[in-house]
């Protein structure tokens, strides 16, 4: 196996394991996005974490602490890695 390849896959599971643990996912610029780019977007991250609905925005919070789930604590993830 490439070294090139090693380095992609590791990518590809560091950035799964960041939806997978996240309990705040911000989706942002989705004005100038097709709707159905983010409904496919909403939908991988749904299947990877179910308990986080993604937050649309245009520009981005101005704080981390203005989405909807900051407050919340975290939900415990069972379904990881079954």
Known sequence: MSITLLVKIRLTDRLTDQIEFA????L??????????????ET????????VSPFQCIEGPDSIAE????????T??????I
């Open 23 to 26: 309990n705040v996912i911000l």
């Open 28 to 41: 942002n610029k989705t004005d100038i996005m097709p709707a159905d780019t983010i409904d496919r977007i």
């Open 44 to 51: 991988i991250v749904k299947t990877l974490n179910p308990y």
């Open 67 to 74: 989405t909807p789930r900051f407050i919340e604590p975290p």
């Open 76 to 81: 415990p993830r069972l379904h990881w890695r």
